[in-house]
């Protein structure tokens, strides 16, 4: 892989062998570009060597390194100077500061390796941890053509072998129904797994919302508790970023004028909003603080309010199909126009985003906020980069026309994402492939929100 005097180079500074060493490093010279560079390496080498010596005590050899080779290079005078400053030193501690190393040993012998490396040729000597950069290139390639790719990279790079292709099983992946969960007396219309992924709130055409405990490590789910008194069944669900509070919103119609504020710890309202009369508030989002929370409808204005339902500022004229709240304050609002702009509350400005060319039905927004994942009316789900306001993906496989569809990103790093349909399936892409990877199916009605557990990539809430 490198050339031998180079290996044998590497062997004789790890062994402390300075006398060899020297020797390996002529013959290593050869194959430098640049003559100079044969005085700069020899200066780390001697360098090493006496300060080595300061640190054993011996300050007599490490006097006549100092002398009699370090100097007669006449090279990185100001450094001599550092470096003589040294003799006066007793402790190794003040020394590696005053001299910026980190003492004798294999540490910084290996560091010694890797500055003369620079000086040479990848022919010659193999660059630092060469071989763990090409096993982690192999493993991330061979990662990528996995198609249920879903564990965390860490714990595979312990056990990855390159005498076979890797390749995930299921195990790791939400491949089939584990449970069925059939409290709820009517239409399940929202599902939404907490920040911290031990809950799951689902809302109901039955007016009710169920509380779910998750049991992260049996993966099981048992009933917590009913959140109920509603006067209209419960379309979307948003959970405040602690988990401790969940808001509500109902369907596109007169009677759903209120977002509710439930304390799920207590299974009790905290608050209600209200906006103007003949307002629909059908969606809503927290800031990243979960002080403040924007809320809206398809009847022409949305607002932000606060944790006790007051009123702190209002757009009008605006008709919002869905809302996000990113981390810098912006509030990103879909409307009727096919358009999703983003909005500031605290000087009352807004700004164009994304423009499609049909209607948008929901959207949602990856965990950084960089991109908005858009179920389109009969035109599949788009995903989009906020920040540069492109066009990455379009996703194929799916059938929407006139139910609203939830869909949302998951499993590890959120590189996949998952979508109902009216096609009674639920379906799974890669986020860097077009088509499905995985299709689930069993429901016998359409699938109109799914959503992926956040601490644990194999769940998955249809």
Not at 248 to 267: F, Q, Y
Not at 388 to 411: A, M, N, P, W
Request: with cysteine; proline share 4%.
């Amino acid at each position: 892989m490198e050339q031998q005097s180079a290996a044998k180079f590497r062997e004789n500074v790890m062994r402390g062998s300075w006398d060899e060493a020297e020797k390996s490093l002529k013959e290593l010279a050869t194959h430098t570009n640049v003559p100079n560079e044969l005085k700069k390496m020899q200066f780390l080498l001697r360098e090493q060597r006496y300060l080595e010596y300061l640190q054993d005590g011996k300050t007599l050899e490490a006097l006549t390194v100092l002398r009699q080779e370090l100097t007669p290079l006449d090279y990185g005078s100001s450094r001599v100077h550092q470096l003589s400053r040294c003799l006066m030193i007793s402790g190794k501690k003040e020394l590696c500061q005053m001299a910026k190393w980190t003492g004798k040993g294999a540490e910084s012998r290996q560091l010694l390796i890797d500055k003369m490396q620079a000086f040479l040729p990848p022919s010659v000597m193999l660059p630092p941890r060469r071989m763990r950069t090409l096993l982690d290139q192999a493993m991330e390639s061979q990662i990528h053509r996995c198609p249920l790719h879903n564990v965390p990279s860490a714990a595979l790079r312990d056990n990855v072998s390159l005498l076979v292709d890797h390749t995930c099983g299921n195990d790791f992946f939400p491949t089939e129904n584990s449970q069925t969960l059939s409290d709820h007396t009517d239409e399940v219309w929202f599902c939404r797994f907490s920040p911290d992924g031990k809950k799951l709130a689902t809302g109901s055409k039955d007016y009710s919302i169920i509380i779910w405990d998750v049991d992260l490590d049996t993966r099981e789910i048992k009933m917590d508790k009913s959140l109920e008194s509603h006067p209209y069944g419960v379309q979307y669900l948003a959970w405040s970023p602690d988990g401790k509070y969940l808001a509500s919103c109902g369907p596109p119609d007169e009677t759903a004028d209120e977002v509710w504020i439930w304390d799920v710890e207590m299974g009790e309202v905290k608050s209600k909003f209200s906006g103007s009369d003949g307002d629909c508030l059908t969606t809503c989002a927290w800031d990243k603080d979960g002080k403040q929370l924007v809320t809206g409808g398809i009847r022409g204005q949305f607002y932000l309010c606060d944790l006790d339902g007051q009123r702190l500022s209002e757009f009008e004229g605006v008709r919002v199909q869905c809302l996000a709240f990113l981390g810098d304050g912006r509030v990103l609002a879909a409307d009727t126009h096919h358009r999703i702009k983003s909005y500031d509350f605290s000087d009352l400005t807004d700004g164009s985003l994304i423009q499609e060319t049909y209607p948008i039905m929901s959207f949602t927004c990856d965990r950084a906020g960089r991109y908005a994942l858009i179920n389109m009316a009969s035109q599949g789900i788009h995903l989009w980069d906020i920040e540069d306001k492109v066009l990455v993906r379009k996703f194929q496989g799916l059938e929407q026309g006139y139910y609203t569809i939830h869909s949302c990103f998951g499993g590890v790093d959120e590189k996949f994402i998952a979508s109902g349909s009216e096609d009674y399936k639920v379906h799974i892409w890669s986020i860097n492939q077009e088509k499905p990877v995985f299709r689930l199916v069993g429901h016998t009605k359409t699938v109109n929100c799914v959503h992926w557990n956040p601490a644990c990539p194999g769940m998955l809430a249809r």
